[in-house]
RNA sequence: GGCCCCGUCGUCUAGCGGCCUAGGACUCUGGCUUCUCAAGCCAGCUACGCGGGUUCGAAUCCCGUCGGGGCUACCA
């Protein structure tokens, strides 16, 4: 095994849904789930919506659709529920106040009064006289004077953390020890003036009551980890029953800024509708900060949840590559069984407009499948690529068309049409015995200009699936129509 | 600025002191195959940020340096 320190792993995937989940946000949440399901623990899904300003209930939708799309299932959390919910966090509000009021009372926290403008000039002069920004303790021990003061002007106190002089150490799974001298952690803010609690109250609390063991989350967070521990500390938790800690490294853009519109597509949806494959997207998702380890890359979901281990995960942030997801994506749909195929494909065809949905339809894209599978490398290819199998008002690409205009074309055109005629039975095989007889042999033209000519006539286009076995779909009297149609031109 | 994290081909990575004249994958280039496009196969290009140590021996350990990133909120 790996490092798993006892039994009941328990690990969560927390995100903040403030837009669409991010390739960052899902990489975090397969390695989650990934080792959830390699130590036989728990994978606990929950909604960090504290902050309801920046947080929709579509985004909220949106995510948990997304984890589900994407085959991330969850033990415990938003629609299948769990002994430790409920599991969005603005439903928890109750219990974070009573935690603050416990804090208060143990004075490991206390009201601040200070106003915004307040702080940000302390913040100012810090950074003016070039040290550590932060809060500065004055309303660490106020007088019951002060406070009857600052309440008469009508202030609405925070209730902030009191670090302790001293420092925080705890061991990172992937980093190793890591400590921060608390001269650098000020007291932090844990409820709003408004009585709403912050991030850094709320995860803290929901992961000790909810009894996670691993908190495997982005290296964003690391520096937030001292606080999560102070507040452990408040909570009265013994230092053992601690979750054990996993920063992953960032997923950047191209240009080794983070991922964004302008060097990559982030959102997840965008790779759904492109025609990416969720085995795919996760399993380039599993390379990048991890590996298994040797030079195996292809591996499927079950394969990276028997594999994964965090002791293989790294330490440096990974620059996100569409090249390899696509080549990936393709080596994805290339192992799809046609029935597979046919399924994940025939949303991207009505959805084009390409059919309708008949019966006769959907038979007759699963004998195209084959022919394009090893063509493309998202599914979104799929219409354009067996568009010439349906299109009602056949018509060659404006771009093609002089290319078989000329007189030599013409000629492959005429005879194609007195050796396609006369066929009885009509497959692909009679099609090109028919065709390479005539036109190669007794024309001694190169394939690839007499082909060429039979190519853009029947499908439109001189990019096509194998021309024989297209023109045996299309059918004998679809496929004289349009060769007749072009010598028209 | 301060604190923290990070540093092997263009990119993702293997590598845990000798098996490394650094391996694999994607990309790119050339070739084979070929009815187009693909797929497949073969070949090639290109990397241990830099400088010091430690050691018989360093990509691997230590120090420094440079570079990148994160945090520094009544965001998460």
């Not at 949303?347 to 019966?359: C, D, Q, Y």
């Not at 049409?417 to 009885?424: A, D, K, N, W, Y």
């Not at 853009?456 to 297209?470: D, H, M, R, V, Y």
């Amino acid at each position: 095994m790996s490092t798993t320190p006892g039994k009941n792993v328990k690990v969560r995937f927390a995100p903040s849904p403030t837009g669409d989940l991010h390739v960052g946000n899902i990489r975090t949440a397969l390695f989650d789930w990934a080792y959830a399901r390699h130590t036989g623990g728990t994978f606990l899904f929950r909604i960090e919506d504290t902050d309801t300003t920046r947080v929709t209930d579509e985004y909220i939708q949106a995510a948990i659709e997304t984890l589900k799309w994407l085959g991330l299932n969850w033990d415990e959390g938003p629609e299948v529920g769990g002994d430790n919910g409920p599991y969005l966090q603005s439903q928890r509000l109750g219990i974070y106040a009573e935690w603050a009021q416990k804090f208060l009372d143990q004075k490991d926290a206390y009201h601040c009064y200070c106003s915004a403008e307040e702080l940000e000039a302390v913040r100012e002069a810090q950074r003016a006289a070039n040290v550590a920004p932060g809060y500065n303790g004055h309303c660490r021990d106020l007088t019951t004077e002060q406070i009857t003061s600052y309440k008469g002007e009508g202030r609405l106190p925070v209730v902030r953390m009191r670090m302790p002089d001293g420092g925080t150490t705890f061991n990172d799974l992937i980093r190793g020890d890591v400590s921060f001298d608390h001269k650098f952690v000020p007291d932090f803010v844990l409820v709003r003036g408004d009585g709403s609690p912050l991030y850094t109250l709320a995860v803290a609390v929901d992961d000790v009551l909810m009894k996670v063991t691993h908190v495997l989350r982005g290296e964003d967070l690391l520096s937030s980890t001292p606080r999560q521990i102070r507040v452990y500390q408040a909570m009265g938790l013994a230092i053992q029953d601690y979750p054990v800690f996993a920063h992953l490294p960032f997923v950047m853009g191209q240009d080794n800024a983070k991922l964004s519109k302008r060097n990559g597509e982030v959102s997840i949806a965008w790779y759904r509708d492109k025609g990416f494959l969720p085995e795919a997207i996760c399993n380039y998702l599993a390379l990048l900060g991890w590996s298994p380890g040797d030079d195996r890359e292809n591996v499927t979901m079950k394969e990276l949840t028997e594999l994964f281990t965090v002791e293989k995960v790294h330490s440096s942030p990974a620059r996100f590559d569409m090249k390899k997801l696509e080549a990936i994506n393709g080596d994805k749909i290339r192992a799809l069984t046609i029935d597979e195929f046919l399924d994940w494909s025939l949303p991207f065809l009505t959805k084009a407009g390409v059919i309708t949905g008949t019966a006769d339809e959907i038979a007759l894209v699963k004998l195209a499948l084959p022919l394009i599978q090893e063509r493309i490398i998202m599914l979104s290819e799929v219409p354009a690529m067996l568009k010439f199998l349906f299109v009602k008002e056949f018509a060659v690409e404006t771009d093609s068309v002089a290319k078989i205009t000329d007189d030599a074309s013409k000629a492959v055109l005429k005879r194609s049409i007195q050796e396609l005629e006369p066929l009885t039975t009509w497959t692909h095989e009679s099609i090109e015995v028919a065709l390479r007889s005539s036109l190669i042999e007794d024309m001694g033209l190169k394939p690839r200009i007499a082909f060429g000519a039979v190519r853009i006539a029947t499908t439109g286009s001189t990019i096509s699936p194998p021309l024989f076995e297209s023109m045996e779909l299309l059918g004998k009297q679809a496929s004289l129509a349009r060769i007749r149609a072009g010598l028209e031109l």
